[in-house]
């Protein structure tokens, strides 16, 4: 991130450049990044009793894969995926039962077809992996601006690992914070693996 003066960069700035920079990663090296993290999330949750999770289905350039979301059913786990509701509105949740449960949605999101279980079934989930543009090292998540992890993540269970899911350059020093951001707890990379956050 070595283009980016990181304490005045504003978020509009940030979020630019790291999609930019997503575009211009070749597809074997997300292919070797989404494995990475898929070896990292099992044997974290294996160090981890852990029965739920909430989790997401990566689309465009975003860290992960399908793969994973297989992976965690095999693993005996439960797996929570967000539906969007509105621009205005918490994120709610459904099960995953499979990629054959999951349908197209609005911005380009695979959202489960199942049952809708409200915005408070965030709270069932031991842990949550959270898709995002950057975290630092204080915890703080940049996101895509739309705002639905913030208005949800309040709504997670107490003590729950919240794990923000980048790729290891978007692990950062500092982003621009605010308020009422809710700080990740850990941040999960491919070649970091999980790593805690003093927060």
Excluded: C
């Amino acid at each position: 991130m070595s283009s980016l003066d990181e304490s005045t960069t504003t978020k509009a700035e940030w979020r630019s450049t790291l999609l930019e920079q997503r575009r211009d990663v070749v597809r074997t090296t997300r292919s070797d990044e989404a494995a990475a993290l898929q070896e990292a999330v099992l044997a974290w949750l294996a160090e981890h009793p852990v029965r739920t999770v909430a989790a997401y289905v990566p689309v465009g350039d975003e860290p992960g894969s399908p793969e994973l979301l297989e992976a965690l059913r095999a693993a005996g786990l439960r797996v929570l995926l967000p539906v969007v509701v509105n621009r205005r509105s918490p994120l709610e949740w459904a099960d995953y039962t499979g990629p054959d449960s999951l349908r197209e949605a609005t911005f380009g999101l695979l959202e489960p077809a199942g049952q809708r279980l409200g915005a408070a079934a965030i709270g069932e989930a031991g842990a949550l992996f959270v898709p995002a543009l950057a975290v630092d090292r204080r915890g703080v998540r940049l996101g895509r601006g739309a705002g639905h992890y913030d208005r949800s993540l309040p709504m997670a269970a107490p003590g729950a690992p919240l794990i923000g899911v980048v790729r290891d350059e978007e692990f950062v020093a500092e982003l621009p914070g605010e308020p009422h951001d809710v700080r990740m707890t850990s941040v999960l990379t491919p070649r970091r693996g999980v790593v805690s956050l003093p927060v």
